[in-house]
């Protein structure tokens, strides 16, 4: 069942004034209460016009990654330390502004990426600063922007049913799942990644500030991995569990297993083609549970050694997953029922995983952490890969005693923007 928006308010700026506000002009204008004054007011016509100059970049060069490209960014790109994920609901009912909202967007992650400020209003004492400022100074450490629609987008409301891809759809339920609606579904997302988390925090402020009138905020999770100081460019950062996380990712250096995995061609729609399909699951980690289990009962759940990440049995962490090897009693090396052993199957079917491990404080009910793992992957079909995978996982996996999907959604993630266009121009036109 969708949500319901947590605010809707139809008020439009009516552009830029030179003349000095009342303080009753101004509380019109903003809007003074909920999420307006919690991100700054303001609308997709006030805040920043698309095609509007930005400010110089503050930063280039190894900091400061690209936001326009063939493919989006944040999706094959080395995982930042930080996440800040936000879905939305498009409270708008005509199609033009939706894409009024996807220019603005696409001007505003310009800046932002690049480490400037948004728009050009940033010094008047008689307006709102068109950016809120947090990150003025800040590097842009690494930000990408990483954008998307739901099935929900598809609905009727804006005519493009017939523009669906097939594979998207709301999920299946699975096995075991106790999904919240405050944690799932949405219209539209945006993935914000950086090494800075107050940069990434930035980025969505600035874009929720934007949408005002147009979409509103669903739900949000931050998060957070970390690889270590050893080896902090190339090491497999670990889960809340202690474990490594995303040692079978496909080899993204590879084109050609890149269009297998992870990018649509044309097998869907052409609006899609450079583009990919993410699934968001939000599982809570039943810590307290996992902190009493032996080491060995730990590694049987994964079917791999916790400190070098290895496969049981094996020593290097990217050894291939021998699924034949038993031991001298005839017993399976690696269980069957393993994390490892059924995510792997046969090795036909793979995934792009992009997760990050969130805490989100402690349970006032339980007295436990709300703390786990924000799950993300990228395919290129998922039915066929997502879908085909955890319905194993949620039937057999050991795992499964220690974990409870408490969030789920889908989304369509636009090809890469143009210098001169913008999100999702091969679908709005």
């Known amino acids: 069942m969708k949500k319901k928006p947590l605010l809707k308010d139809d008020n439009k700026s009516t552009g830029i ?143 493009l049913a017939s523009q669906r891809p097939s594979t998207l759809s709301d999920l ?3 096995a075991g799942d106790s999904l919240e609606p405050q944690w799932s579904g949405g219209d539209l997302c945006v993935q914000a990644c950086a090494d800075d988390l107050q940069v990434a925090f930035h980025a969505i402020r600035n874009l929720a500030r934007i949408a005002r009138g147009t979409a509103v905020l669903r739900w949000t999770q931050e998060g957070f991995q970390r690889t ?7 090491a497999t950062p670990r889960n809340l569990l202690g474990f ?64 070098s990440g290895a496969p049981i049995g094996a020593t290097d962490e990217f050894a291939k997953l021998n699924l034949e090897a038993a031991d001298s009693a005839g017993k399976p090396v690696i269980p069957p029922d393993s ?13 792009l995983r992009r997760s990050y491990s969130y805490s989100s404080g402690m349970d006032l009910t ?22 085909s995978i955890q319905q194993r996982l949620a039937k057999n996996d050991r795992l499964n005693e220690y974990m409870v999907h408490t969030g789920s959604a889908v989304f369509a993630c636009f090809p890469g923007v143009r210098e001169g266009g913008y999100i999702g121009e091969g679908l709005l036109g």
């Open 172 to 174: 299946p339920a699975f």
């Open 366 to 387: 339980t007295g436990q952490l709300d703390a786990g793992l924000l799950f993300i992957s990228f395919q290129k079909d998922l039915v066929k890969q997502f879908v």
């Open 17 to 159: 004034f030179d003349h000095k506000l009342s303080r009753r002009e101004m509380l019109r204008l903003t809007g003074a209460s909920g999420l307006g004054l919690l991100l700054g007011g303001g609308s997709v016509g006030g805040i920043l016009a698309a095609g509007q100059a930005a400010a110089p970049p503050q930063a280039s060069g190894a900091d400061s990654l690209p936001f326009y490209g063939t493919h989006q960014a944040g999706i094959l790109t080395p995982a930042q330390n930080f996440l800040c994920f936000a879905a939305f609901d498009l409270t708008a009912t005509k199609l033009a502004d939706v894409k009024k909202l996807l220019q603005a967007w696409t001007t505003a992650a310009a800046a932002l990426t690049s480490g400037s400020l948004i728009g050009s209003v940033n010094d008047n004492p008689n307006l709102p600063p068109s950016d809120t400022g947090e990150a003025d100074g800040l590097t842009p450490s690494k930000c990408t922007l990483t954008f998307g629609v739901g099935p929900g987008f598809f609905d009727g409301r804006f005519g």
């Open 339 to 351: 994390h490892s052993a059924l995510a792997h199957g046969d090795g036909t079917v793979k995934i």
């Open 244 to 307: 490594k996380d995303g040692t079978g990712n496909p080899d993204v250096t590879d084109d050609a297993e890149m269009r297998k995995v992870v990018w649509s061609g044309s097998e869907g729609p052409a609006w899609m083609n450079g583009g990919t399909y993410m699934a968001v699951r939000r599982v809570r980690l039943r810590i307290e549970v996992w902190d009493r289990s032996t080491l060995s009962d730990q590694e049987s759940t994964f079917g791999r050694h916790r400190q």
């Open 228 to 234: 270590g100081a050893a080896d902090p460019k190339g």
